[in-house]
T-cell receptor, first 109, second 111 residues
């Protein structure tokens, strides 16, 4: 069965420090992976997709099939990055999105 | 904002009552989803629908029911069989490769 693991419930970093939110998945085929973010009192929103290889708000994520990981990174954290982050997986040909348990990022001044 | 409307925002249910949560979209997406969000457990899939008049159970469908009579609408009924219904419920639409887009959510509380 497909599974997404986010090992950290809470990650606290200082402003300007690098950030890495971990995401590991289990799936034997070719997954499609996403990062979603939920700011306080806002709806859950898509941050980035691995197929786009894009950088959004300074965040990037690279799919590592060998390590089955899709870690989210940002070189310099900002206070406005404080939010709940979810990693999600879907597989080609299905419509199911499987989410991890989320990591709360706190950026300290 | 986003074309996905969930209502109501807050809902209170008495023990033994069925309640229905509304999800409407004007984004013209075929796929729609219902998730339950609990602290520390992330988002768990309740039901999803790929097309009108068709839907599939997710991982935690027991105690819930859905219908998909129109493309724009995917209501979720929380029945009295759901033992622990107090949670935040999220509706989403969309699919690959763009990703899913979420509504604002409904917070259901059993009183």
């Amino acid at each position: 069965a497909q599974r997404v693991t986010q090992p950290e419930k809470l990650l606290s970093v200082f402003k300007g420090a690098p950030v890495e939110l971990k995401c590991n998945y289990s799936y034997s085929g070719s997954p499609e992976l996403f990062w979603y973010v939920q700011y306080s009192r806002q709806r859950l929103q898509l941050l980035l997709r691995h197929i786009s290889r894009e950088s959004i708000k300074g965040f990037t994520a690279d799919l590592n099939k060998g390590e089955t990981s899709f870690h989210l990174k940002k070189p310099f954290a900002q206070e406005e990055d404080s939010a709940m982050y979810y990693c999600a997986l879907t597989t080609s040909g299905t419509y199911k999105y499987i989410f991890g348990t989320g990591t709360r990022l706190k950026v300290l001044a | 904002d986003g074309g996905i409307t969930q209502s109501p925002k807050y809902l209170f249910r008495k023990e033994g009552q069925n309640v229905t949560l509304s999800c409407e979209q004007n984004l013209n997406h075929d796929a729609m989803y219902w998730y339950r969000q609990d602290p520390g457990q992330g988002l768990r899939l309740i039901y999803y629908s790929q097309i009108v008049n068709d839907f599939q159970k997710g991982d935690i469908a027991e105690g819930y029911s859905v219908s998909r009579e129109k493309k724009e609408s995917f209501p979720l009924t929380v029945t009295s069989a759901q033992k622990n219904p107090t949670a935040f419920y999220l509706c989403a639409v969309g699919g690959q490769p763009m990703g899913a887009f979420f509504g604002q959510g409904t917070r259901l509380t059993v009183v």
